[in-house]
């Protein structure tokens, strides 16, 4: 497995996300022995880098990665996240970045995952209510005590960016981001790469759209969080089809499967991007690390870069994205 740089990161350019292992897609939390020995495997296969985040599950995600881990911890680079979950009230869902509660949220991670330090420490979403440099102070503080190693920003604009690199240099920014989601192509992307921050797209197949797998909204289970979501809903899912039978028409030609071709396309678009698609199966997990192998022809490459827009949001509610 090739490795990239995140700021002062070295990780394999293909990391697993694993949310979908306790939260949000239909089965999740179903089968823990099979998560972990999908993470057992990422990490035989070469994978590094593992996400998490305390909203999965909430909490139960990270408990499941730090058993999963175990003895190996040295062996990977560990990304989770705060600022969802108030922890200064009740504990329920909110944005909270105050520096009180990145105390509170960072304690409570450690003690999940069952390590000293967390390699890369994610604002999840940001809080208007609190100044980014009062967050990243805090994040700073943290870096200093020896309990993260880096931080990084999901789903923030470039001023945001900016502002919070001015007070501590940001070690990756997060953005949904594939064929399907090419939005950080305008104005993420050209900022991080002016910073020198790292880019860690999720959701590089597009919700597992990509895949070809989900060829109507009624293969998804009762539960699925993509049943809400309006790429998936009526006529914008067989517009979005559209996409996937491009995807598919490479792959054909490669000898590839669609999920190893939108990661390849994904992988060809700099060495200092590192998806990290999200699977809980043994069998996917190698489908996807074997895009690393996979190079693109230029008229391949091309194809791809021409396929259409989606239809519609990429979430029900867009409010919480880019600021």
């Known amino acids: ?54 909203i999965y599950g909430p909490y139960t995600n990270e408990e499941l990665l730090g058993r999963a881990l175990g003895d190996r911890r040295d062996e990977v680079v560990i990304a989770t996240k705060f600022g969802t979950i108030r922890h200064r009230t009740d504990n329920t869902r909110g944005l909270d970045g105050s520096p009180e509660n990145v105390r509170l949220s960072i304690e409570g991670s450690l003690k999940r995952l069952g ?28 870096i200093a ?3 993260i190693g880096g931080y990084g920003l999901s789903e923030a604009a470039p001023a945001t960016i900016r502002r919070a690199h001015a007070v501590h240099p940001v070690t990756a920014v997060q953005t949904e981001y594939s064929l399907w989601t090419r939005d950080p192509e305008l104005e993420v992307l050209p900022t991080v790469r002016e910073l020198g921050i ?36 009526g006529e914008n899912f067989d517009e979005n089809l559209r996409i996937v039978e491009a995807v598919e028409s490479v792959a054909a030609e490669v000898g590839a499967t669609p999920a190893q071709i939108a990661l390849a396309w994904l992988l060809a678009q ?4 590192a998806p990290i698609p999200g699977t809980k199966r043994v069998s996917r997990l190698e489908e996807n690390v074997g ?26 509610d867009m409010s919480p994205l880019n600021r």
């Open 198 to 233: 790292g880019f860690v797209p999720y959701s590089p197949l597009g919700r597992g759209f990509l895949t070809g797998a989900i060829r109507s909204r009624d293969a998804l289970e009762p539960g699925d969080f993509r049943r809400d979501n309006p790429r998936f809903e």
């Open 145 to 147: 005590e020896g309990k």
């Open 115 to 142: 390590v000293e330090h967390i390699d890369l420490y994610y604002q999840h979403r940001m809080d208007p209510a609190t100044p980014i440099e009062e967050t990243v102070g805090a994040l700073a503080d943290l």
């Open 1 to 54: 497995m090739k490795h990239i740089a995140l700021g002062t990161l070295d990780v394999s350019r293909i990391g697993l996300g694993c949310m979908g292992m306790s939260a949000f897609y239909a089965g999740a939390g179903s089968d823990d022995a099979e998560s972990i020995r999908t993470i057992h495997r990422a990490i035989d296969l070469g994978v590094t880098f593992f996400d998490t985040a305390e």
């Open 291 to 316: 895009a690393d192998r996979i190079a693109l022809s230029p008229a391949q490459l091309a194809a791809l870069d021409a396929v259409p827009a989606p239809s519609g949001d990429r979430y029900a």
């Open 270 to 273: 700099g060495d200092d991007i």
